[in-house]
């Protein structure tokens, strides 16, 4: 009898072991110790505590939300703030009460914490002196260190020895880096002799910028200011062409949803999502995560195969979790507002996204594109998975 009772609390001692075993990507933790007994570290806007175990940052004010990083045992006190989806005026950062606020100057993009220091400015300024101040083009997106001269112009421009922007021969084109008469980059293929040949699909909606700050859509719009969308360093070979190797691009946070792994696969304890029924149109097809019937792109769930929207899909692929109902609901929310893609031009997404340094709308699929490639998404490729 003595022996059955042994064995019996062995087997729950290994039953609770096995309860609390840490398990990546699941409960929002993001990395697990060796001996699987704890987690290290946690997926944005959650924190470990001292039970090695991931809690959700609870910042009171307007500006909680963008609470990205908090203290694991007072997670109303944040350590670091970010405006992942681009829709604040300007720039955020945690205070040394642990708040999240606007950056103090009113056209940064990015401060630090606790001082509110500038270290970059929105597209259309420069970081001079500490402070953002307007560059004096505008075709300019950025003038770090002197106003009067642009380091990195809009598509379709080349920035000259004088850091003046100067807009390409062709029209069509959306890179010259070298000359004006030469195009080194066509928005549909490869250019001939400098120039762009006719648009093969010219059967599709012609994309029309409505102001000078949208970008060309490319097939390597790559980004030579000093990083890429992920912030990265990239090729000279850009749709935004600069003079010299500076420091836009560096903040990496387009395309991105928002936060990270605020829910789990399916099995898991976290969030879970509420159950929709079919659609009325869309031919029946619905997210089975977000329910939306409104998508660029359809995508398959590498757990089950379920139906996904480009925005869960593209969030599991990322981060291997359900896309989060909080962001969801943000989402519905911001959806009543009349919007176009600036990329691909359609109107209907799951997700709205902002270009890192035009600050331009973007579709969930383009703004995804981006991250991922570091360039913006190829006409064609919209076209064939129903961008338009």
């Known amino acids: ?37 704890k987690c290290l570290s946690c997926y944005d806007q959650y924190s470990v505590n001292r039970k090695g175990q991931c809690v959700e940052c609870k ?22 703030c970010n405006d992942w989806e681009g829709e604040q005026p300007t720039g955020v950062y945690a205070t040394h009460s642990g708040r999240c606020k606007y950056c103090p100057d009113k056209h940064c993009d990015s401060c630090d914490s606790i001082s509110g220091k500038c270290r970059e400015c929105r597209r259309g300024f420069g970081l001079v002196h500490g402070k953002c101040k307007k560059c004096g083009d505008e075709e300019c997106i ?5 106003a009067n001269k642009c380091t990195l112009c809009y598509s379709g421009n080349m920035v000259n020895k004088a850091g003046k922007c100067v807009k390409c021969a062709d029209p069509s084109c959306v890179s010259c880096p070298k000359d004006p008469k030469v195009c080194t980059e066509c928005p ?86 509420p159950s929709f029924g079919p659609p009325g149109g869309s031919g029946g097809k619905c997210c089975t995560n977000c329910g939306t019937a409104n998508t660029s792109s359809w995508r ?20 291997g979790t359900d896309r989060p109902v909080k962001l969801r609901q943000r989402q519905a929310a911001q959806d009543e507002q009349p919007r176009v893609c600036t990329n691909c031009a359609i109107t209907e997404t799951s997700n709205w996204r902002r270009h ?33």
């Not at 950025?142 to 002197?146: D, V």
């Not at 980004?223 to 903040?251: F, K, M, N, R, Y």
């Not at 398959?300 to 981060?319: E, R, V, W």
């Open 59 to 80: 910042v009171p004010g307007d500006l909680g939300w963008t609470c990205v990083k908090c203290k694991g045992d007072k997670p109303s006190f944040c350590l670091e």
């Open 188 to 273: 549909w293929v490869k250019p001939v002799g400098g120039k762009c040949p006719p648009n093969p699909h010219a059967d599709a909606p012609a994309f029309k910028p409505q102001s000078p700050s949208m970008l060309r859509p490319a097939s390597a719009s790559r980004l030579t200011g000093g990083g890429s969308a992920d912030g990265d360093a990239v090729p000279a070979e850009s749709g935004l062409t600069a003079a010299t190797q500076g420091t836009v691009g560096t903040a990496g946070t387009a395309g991105t949803a928002g936060t990270a792994g605020a829910a789990e696969p399916s099995g898991g304890t976290g969030a879970a999502s």
């Open 142 to 146: 950025s003038c770090n260190k002197n």
């Open 356 to 388: 890192p340094l035009t600050r331009e709308m973007l579709c969930n699929a383009c703004g995804n594109y981006l991250k991922l490639h570091g360039v913006m998404r190829p006409l064609v490729t919209a076209q064939s998975e129903g961008g338009y």
């Open 1 to 37: 009898m003595r022996y059955v009772v042994v064995f019996v609390a062995l087997l729950l001692a290994v039953a609770g072991a096995s309860a609390h075993k840490c398990v990546p990507n699941k409960n929002n933790c993001e990395k697990c110790n060796p001996s699987r007994s």
């Open 300 to 319: 398959k769930d590498p757990q089950n195969g379920s139906t996904l929207c480009s925005a869960c899909g593209q969030y599991k692929k990322m981060n």
